[in-house]
Nanobody, 124 residues
Framework: QVPLVESGGGLVQAGGSLRLSCAASGLTFSSYNMGWFRQAPGKEREFVAA????????DYADAVKGRFTISRDNGKNTVYLQLNSLKFEDTAVYYC?????????????????WGQGTQVTVSS
């Protein structure tokens, strides 16, 4: 059983929007801080956004601040990433990650669980 499964990716024109979802199973979702990362071809995986287990203190990379919104629904074991005003440079595979314990974007790079990713392609 895959603990984290992303969905919602696709092809969208620049300026458009997408909503990514990450459904968790087999873990106590409400105990985990959650993050979104992305990896473009030829580049390293980079932090996008994070949210604490209690939906507090969202954190965003500067490149997406004001355009992306992270949220979660512990009743549905799901974390979301709303992507607005998409740009060509947002094209990447987007991954969700789950980590117990201390919160912080650097710590989330060492997450306990990772999803398999969903492709977001923005056409210019």
């Amino acid at each position: 059983q895959v603990p984290l499964v992303e969905s919602g990716g696709g092809l969208v024109q620049a300026g458009g929007s997408l909503r990514l979802s990450c459904a968790a199973s087999g873990l106590t979702f409400s105990s985990y801080n959650m993050g979104w990362f992305r990896q473009a071809p030829g580049k390293e995986r980079e932090f996008v956004a994070a949210i604490t287990w209690s939906s507090g203190t969202p954190d965003y990379a500067d490149a997406v601040k004001g355009r992306f919104t992270i949220s979660r629904d512990n009743g549905k074991n799901t974390v979301y990433l709303q992507l607005n005003s998409l740009k060509f440079e947002d094209t990447a595979v987007y991954y969700c990650a789950a980590k117990k314990g201390l919160y912080g974007r650097r710590l989330l790079y060492q997450s306990d669980y990772w999803g398999q990713g969903t492709q977001v392609t923005v056409s210019s």
